[in-house]
């Protein structure tokens, strides 16, 4: 698959873009390459590969693989008060906001 101009200028229209020549040239070309790695990854023949759920399924069936995750501690303190005194509502520490569905 590979896209036009008239392609990137739709998408660019969507997306409110304005891209000059230049840019829409440089843009079709990197959306195409990128198009081209798909293709090339799509050619791979996996018959018999079971798909992950998760990429760490891969690594719990082997014992030298350990994930290097950082400790979960708060690394900044609690600054709540002082955030939500500019607010216009607020309870309990929670952010007041105006009922927009009926």
Known sequence: MSLTDQDISRIANLARLELQPDEQQRML???NDFFG???Q????????VVPMAHP???MAHSAEI???LRPDVASEPNQRDANQRSAP???RGLFLVPKVIE
């Open 66 to 68: 350990t994930l290097r």
């Open 37 to 39: 790695i798909v293709a």
């Open 56 to 58: 760490v399924d891969a």
């Open 89 to 91: 509502a607020v309870e």
């Open 29 to 31: 070309s990197k959306i």
């Open 41 to 48: 990854i799509s050619a791979v023949d996996t018959t018999g």
